[in-house]
C-alpha cells in the first residue's frame, strides 16, 4: 500500500514548501518511488494550458515527476471561485475529483506527500478545509509553523485540534526559520512546550538569511524602476543588503558574498568602489545595485557599470522606502534557485529523522 503523508501548516508562508522540498528529496535519496498532490491550490499557473498550483509545478519541474500537472493540482481556485462555488455555478464533485487525482498519482508510488494550503481550515468554504481532505485521503499530518515559542506553540495546537476533530492523525510539527546559532536552546523548549499538548516536535529548521533574501528577478519585479545595466541572472539571489549612506572606505569594509547595495543614485564614489570591489575577487561581493532617489549616475559610470556587468536598478524612491521594500518583497522557491534549494534539502535532512518519520506512514 502506498504510504501518504500531508503535510499542513499554520498559515501561508510558513514553511510547506521548504518541508516538501526536503522530504521529497529525502524519499528520492532512498529509491522509492515518490508522487507530490495539491488538493487546493490558491497560487497557481498556467502551463500549456493547464492551471496548476505553483508548488505543484515546482515539484514536478525540480524532481522530474512523470504525473500530469491536473492530478497533481487537481482543484485551483481562480477569482471569484468561492462566489461561484457558494452560488452554486461550480460543476462536480470537488472531493471526488481529489480523491480520483491523488488515486491515479499513488497507482505506482511507494511515498505520496500531500501538501495543504494556509492553516487547517482554508478550503473549508468549498467543503474542502485541509482538515478534511487529510482525513478523505486517509493521511496522517505534520504541522508545519515558523519561529519563536509562544506563536508557533499556540497556532500548533489549535491546528492539531482540527485535525483531531476531523479523525486525522497528527504525527508531529516541525518548526521553521528557528533562530538556533542565537538561541541554542530553542529546540529543547519547543519540544517540550508541544509535548505538554501531546504535540511531538519532529524537527526545527534553522533560519538562513540566504533562503530569506530574494532574487534580483524579484527586486526587478516588485519595484517600480528602470533596468540601467546587467540582467537579473535567474537563480541570483542576494546574500545581504548593504545600505550605502556612509563614505565608501567604510562601506567597502560592510561587504560580504552577493552583497546588494542600496544607495542614491548620485553617490557616484560608493557606485565605483562596488565596481571596483568586484574586480579585486574573484567571486562577486557585490551582486547588484539599486540606486535611489531617481538620480541618474553619469553616463562615464554607467557605462562602466554595463562594461562589469553589474546588475543595477534605478528606482524614484528614497533609500529608506527602498530598503523597506526590498525587506517585504514576499521570497518563494522557483525552479531556477538551484542553490537555494540545495540549501533547502541539506537543511532539512539535518532536521528531521525521514527514517523513523517514514517508518509511521
Given at each position: 500500500?502506498?504510504?501518504?503523508?500531508?503535510?499542513?501548516?499554520?498559515?501561508?508562508?510558513?514553511?510547506?514548501?521548504?518541508?516538501?522540498?526536503?522530504?521529497?528529496?529525502?524519499?528520492?535519496?532512498?529509491?522509492?518511488?515518490?508522487?507530490?498532490?495539491?488538493?487546493?491550490?490558491?497560487?497557481?499557473?498556467?502551463?500549456?494550458?493547464?492551471?496548476?498550483?505553483?508548488?505543484?509545478?515546482?515539484?514536478?519541474?525540480?524532481?522530474?515527476?512523470?504525473?500530469?500537472?491536473?492530478?497533481?493540482?487537481?482543484?485551483?481556485?481562480?477569482?471569484?471561485?468561492?462566489?461561484?462555488?457558494?452560488?452554486?455555478?461550480?460543476?462536480?464533485?470537488?472531493?471526488?475529483?481529489?480523491?480520483?487525482?491523488?488515486?491515479?498519482?499513488?497507482?505506482?508510488?511507494?511515498?505520496?506527500?500531500?501538501?495543504?494550503?494556509?492553516?487547517?481550515?482554508?478550503?473549508?468554504?468549498?467543503?474542502?478545509?485541509?482538515?478534511?481532505?487529510?482525513?478523505?485521503?486517509?493521511?496522517?499530518?505534520?504541522?508545519?509553523?515558523?519561529?519563536?515559542?509562544?506563536r508557533p506553540?499556540?497556532?500548533?495546537?489549535?491546528?492539531?485540534?482540527?485535525?483531531?476533530?476531523?479523525?486525522v492523525e497528527?504525527?508531529?510539527?516541525?518548526?521553521?526559520?528557528?533562530?538556533?546559532?542565537?538561541?541554542?536552546?530553542?529546540?529543547?523548549?519547543?519540544?517540550?512546550?508541544?509535548?505538554?499538548?501531546?504535540?511531538?516536535?519532529?524537527?526545527?529548521?534553522?533560519?538562513?538569511?540566504?533562503?530569506?533574501?530574494?532574487?534580483?528577478?524579484?527586486?526587478?519585479?516588485?519595484?517600480?524602476?528602470?533596468?540601467?545595466?546587467?540582467?537579473?541572472?535567474?537563480?541570483?539571489?542576494?546574500?545581504?543588503?548593504a545600505i550605502?549612506?556612509?563614505?565608501?572606505?567604510?562601506?567597502?569594509?560592510?561587504?560580504?558574498?552577493?552583497?546588494?547595495?542600496?544607495?542614491?543614485?548620485?553617490?557616484?564614489?560608493?557606485?565605483?568602489?562596488?565596481?571596483?570591489?568586484?574586480?579585486?575577487?574573484?567571486?562577486?561581493?557585490?551582486?547588484?545595485?539599486?540606486?535611489?532617489?531617481?538620480?541618474?549616475?553619469?553616463?562615464?559610470?554607467?557605462?562602466?557599470?554595463?562594461?562589469?556587468?553589474?546588475?543595477?536598478?534605478?528606482?524614484?524612491?528614497?533609500?529608506?522606502?527602498?530598503?523597506?521594500?526590498?525587506?517585504?518583497?514576499?521570497?518563494?522557491?522557483?525552479?531556477?534557485?538551484?542553490?537555494?534549494?540545495?540549501?533547502?534539502?541539506?537543511?532539512?535532512?539535518?532536521?528531521?529523522?525521514?527514517?523513523?518519520?517514514?517508518?509511521?506512514?
Open positions: 500500500m502506498t504510504k501518504r503523508v500531508f503535510l499542513a501548516a499554520t498559515g501561508q508562508n510558513r514553511g510547506k514548501t521548504t518541508a516538501s522540498l526536503g522530504l521529497l528529496a529525502a524519499i528520492r535519496e532512498r529509491g522509492l518511488a515518490l508522487g507530490f498532490v495539491k488538493p487546493v491550490g490558491q497560487r497557481y499557473l498556467v502551463v500549456e494550458g493547464t492551471r496548476a498550483d505553483e508548488d505543484a509545478v515546482l515539484m514536478s519541474e525540480v524532481f522530474d515527476l512523470p504525473d500530469a500537472l491536473n492530478d497533481m493540482s487537481p482543484v485551483t481556485l481562480p477569482r471569484h471561485f468561492t462566489t461561484d462555488f457558494i452560488m452554486g455555478r461550480v460543476e462536480g464533485d470537488l472531493g471526488a475529483r481529489v480523491r480520483a487525482a491523488y488515486e491515479r498519482v499513488a497507482a505506482d508510488k511507494d511515498v505520496v506527500v500531500v501538501e495543504g494550503t494556509g492553516h487547517a481550515g482554508v478550503g473549508a468554504v468549498i467543503g474542502l478545509s485541509n482538515a478534511a481532505a487529510a482525513a478523505m485521503l486517509g493521511a496522517p499530518v505534520i504541522i508545519v509553523s515558523e519561529g519563536g515559542i509562544g506553540i499556540d497556532e500548533i495546537v489549535l491546528n492539531a485540534a482540527l485535525f483531531a476533530d476531523h479523525g497528527v504525527l508531529g510539527a516541525v518548526v521553521n526559520k528557528v533562530d538556533i546559532a542565537s538561541h541554542p536552546h530553542l529546540p529543547q523548549v519547543l519540544a517540550r512546550g508541544l509535548a505538554q499538548h501531546g504535540v511531538e516536535l519532529l524537527g526545527c529548521i534553522p533560519y538562513s538569511e540566504f533562503l530569506a533574501n530574494p532574487s534580483l528577478e524579484l527586486v526587478e519585479t516588485h519595484l517600480d524602476g528602470e533596468l540601467l545595466a546587467g540582467e537579473p541572472t535567474p537563480g541570483s539571489t542576494i546574500g545581504w543588503v550605502g549612506a556612509m563614505q565608501a572606505p567604510h562601506a567597502v569594509e560592510l561587504l560580504r558574498d552577493r552583497t546588494l547595495v542600496i544607495t542614491p543614485g548620485d553617490r557616484e564614489d560608493l557606485i565605483r568602489a562596488a565596481i571596483e570591489a568586484n574586480r579585486a575577487t574573484a567571486a562577486p561581493r557585490v551582486i547588484g545595485l539599486v540606486l535611489t532617489g531617481g538620480f541618474r549616475p553619469p553616463s562615464s559610470v554607467v557605462e562602466a557599470l554595463r562594461d562589469a556587468g553589474l546588475f543595477t536598478y534605478l528606482v524614484p524612491t528614497d533609500t529608506y522606502r527602498t530598503a523597506q521594500a526590498v525587506d517585504e518583497i514576499l521570497v518563494k522557491t522557483h525552479p531556477a534557485d538551484v542553490e537555494k534549494i540545495s540549501t533547502i534539502i541539506d537543511l532539512v535532512d539535518r532536521a528531521l529523522d525521514v527514517d523513523a518519520l517514514l517508518a509511521r506512514l
